[in-house]
């Protein structure tokens, strides 16, 4: 014979542990005074990560490869040693417990010829134990402005114009740019270098 009394008793605590649930899964769900921001992110990515320019130049202090070169700095030594091979400027102190360095390195360029020039970077939360610094390019002509130094430390000197002679071409040399960026992660950096399309 079915226990009346015990059915309903389980039935009640059913419909009230559900009507619990139902109470506090709302209250996970209600609105937010402010939208959600996890920080800067690109779609597909990570939270951003800090990354900050702190030494850059069109000239090597002494020589180096014209080929150019990516190389990822983990102590103040191997920094130094580097540092020594592109500049004499002083910098502020780099904090090698929090972070790292990146030396992009654009390899020799006739100031003359079509080239690629970095224009933007950018560093994000990659997989575990892992930052994505993105260095996205753009395609330069090559012309030169004439009003322009060519001891600039950037890559205003280089202008879409075509109204520069060849003379004027031709005594402007060659440039070497290179970036020294610090990047606020001990974790393993992942290049992705951004060209353009031709």
């Not at 506090?24 to 900050?52: H, K, Y």
Request: hydrophobic letters at 35%; glycine letters at 6%.
């Amino acid at each position: 014979m079915i226990n009346l009394a015990a059915l309903n008793k389980q039935t009640f605590n059913i419909f009230f542990s559900a009507l619990v649930g139902v109470v506090m899964l709302q209250g996970c769900g209600g609105q937010r005074d402010e939208p959600f921001d996890p920080g800067e992110s690109n779609s597909s990515r990570g939270a951003a990560v800090t990354i900050t320019k702190i030494i850059s130049g069109d000239i090597p202090f002494t020589a180096v490869s014209p080929e150019g070169n990516l190389v990822k700095i983990r102590d103040l030594d191997t920094f130094e040693i580097y540092r020594n091979k592109y500049t004499n400027e002083t910098h502020e102190a780099v904090d090698f417990v929090t972070g790292q360095v990146l030396l992009v390195d654009l390899g020799e360029k006739n100031a003359c010829e079509r080239k690629l020039t970095l224009k933007q970077y950018a560093a994000y939360e990659g997989s575990v134990n892992s930052v994505i610094v993105v260095l996205d390019y753009a395609d330069v002509d090559g012309t030169i402005d004439s009003s322009s130094s060519t001891s600039s430390t950037s890559s205003s000197s280089i202008s879409s114009s075509n109204s520069s002679s060849n003379s004027s071409c031709s005594t402007a040399g060659t440039t070497h740019p290179f970036y020294f960026y610090y990047v606020k992660s001990r974790d393993e950096i992942i290049v992705e270098e951004s060209v353009p399309k031709p």
